[in-house]
Structure formats: structure tokens, C-alpha cells
């Protein structure tokens, strides 16, 4: 459960599951709201979708506002340290909230999370579906059953890790460090390339990687 006093404009919560942005209407309604609230931990992608950029080496993660770059860097219990050019350590946070008041307060900018894409063009692992017929139950004359013909989800032909480090391929297995140099695109401030790590890849390959990240970063 979340207090009461850490609620605010646009901030980001999940409430069953699910990411919600707190909006005006549901000021009235936030003693029935707050017991389905729950902190998102900080982490990169969550920074990413806020505005926040990263140096892929360090894992810090930074955003810049009228000349003052705010730095979240990791930091051990699951914190994340804030910093600015002069200043190592100004504190710790933990969830993205946090985030947004401590952006909120210093410089009365809210940080908001864009609409999401439409679901159909979504990089996402499809799940497992089913198909059933209807079939005599020979044992039972009178009676009905379904047979069930199960089908395994398919594979995505990448995954992205966590931290925004590594791109996989799977089928020809093959691994790539997300870093700049020999850029693929640009994207929220920063180059993004590849560089090939293992497996047997050449450009045309590492090409087509670097178009199925910027879509995943452009959707989610």
C-alpha cells in the first residue's frame, strides 16, 4: 500500500498489476484507491520512458533541464543515488514516483509516460493458445467431450535484457552489447549500436538487430 502523502499529479503506480498515472479525477477516490497501490522500483527502461538517458558502460542514468543534468546512478539495497556535476551524493531513491516528485519539486516539470502503442504493434512474446473439438465419448454413448490441441507460444526472435545491455538473437544464437559506437540510430538523446559479442553475425545481420531495437524502444 501506498501513503497518502506520496501521491501526486501524473504520478506512476501499479495498481493491480498493471502501470497506472494518477489524474485529477482520482483525487476523490483515493481512499477506495490507495489499499490497490503499489511503488514501481526505479529501474532503466522505467527512466528510459520518462526522458531519462544512459551511459551504457556505467548504468548511470541522467536527464538534463535548462543546464543542470540530474544523475541516478545504481546503487546497492536496490537504491539508486541521486547526483549532480559537483554534488556525489544528494540521496538515495527507490521508486519511480520518487522520481517524478523529486523532478516535480526541483524544477515544476512533471515527468509523464506517453501513451502506449496500439497492441497490435507491440514486440511482445505471444502466449500460448489452444484450439478445441468437439468430439464423440466413445466410452459414454450420451455424452460429449472436447479434445484440446495445445500450441506452444513462439519464440521472439530477440530479447532485450533488463538493463539495456545485451541484445540476443535466438534461433542462430547470437549476442550483441548495446553501447554508441558504429551507431544504428539515435533515440531519447543518445547513438545506439551494436557490438557483436558471440556467436556469427555480419552487418546486414547486426542491421536488422538494430531495427528490431529501435521498434521495441520506440513501442514500449
Not at 501526486?8 to 501499479?14: I, N, Q
Not at 542514468?61 to 536496490?78: E, F, H, I
Not at 559506437?181 to 547513438?191: C, D, E, H, T, W
Not at 551494436?194 to 521495441?216: D, H, M, P, V
Amino acid at each position: 500500500m501506498v501513503e497518502l502523502e506520496e501521491i501526486a499529479l501524473e504520478g506512476l503506480f501499479y495498481r493491480n498489476g498493471k502501470v497506472m498515472q494518477i489524474r485529477e479525477e482520482h483525487f476523490a477516490t483515493l481512499k477506495t484507491l490507495l489499499p490497490e497501490l503499489k511503488a514501481i522500483p526505479i529501474d532503466p527502461q522505467r527512466l528510459w520512458k520518462l526522458g531519462f538517458s544512459r551511459y551504457v558502460n556505467t548504468g548511470v542514468s541522467y536527464k538534463d533541464w535548462q543546464g543542470v543534468r540530474l544523475y541516478l546512478k545504481p546503487a546497492t539495497l536496490n537504491r539508486w543515488m541521486v547526483q549532480f556535476d559537483g554534488v556525489p551524493k544528494a540521496g538515495f531513491l527507490l521508486y519511480i514516483h520518487q522520481v517524478q516528485r523529486l523532478w516535480y519539486d526541483l524544477f515544476q516539470e512533471h515527468l509523464y509516460q506517453p501513451p502506449k502503442a496500439k497492441a497490435e504493434k507491440r514486440h511482445v512474446e505471444q502466449g500460448a493458445g489452444y484450439s478445441r473439438k468437439l468430439v464423440k465419448d466413445h466410452a459414454i454413448s450420451h455424452y460429449k467431450k472436447y479434445e484440446i490441441t495445445v500450441t506452444q507460444p513462439a519464440d521472439q526472435p530477440y530479447y532485450f535484457t533488463w538493463d539495456c545491455r545485451l541484445l540476443f538473437r535466438t534461433g542462430q544464437y547470437t549476442v550483441w552489447r548495446v553501447d554508441e559506437k558504429s551507431p544504428l540510430f539515435a533515440l531519447g538523446g543518445r547513438n545506439w549500436g551494436l557490438t557483436l559479442l558471440f556467436g556469427n553475425a555480419g552487418e546486414e545481420e547486426r542491421i536488422q538487430a538494430g531495427k528490431w531495437l529501435k521498434a521495441y524502444m520506440q513501442e514500449k
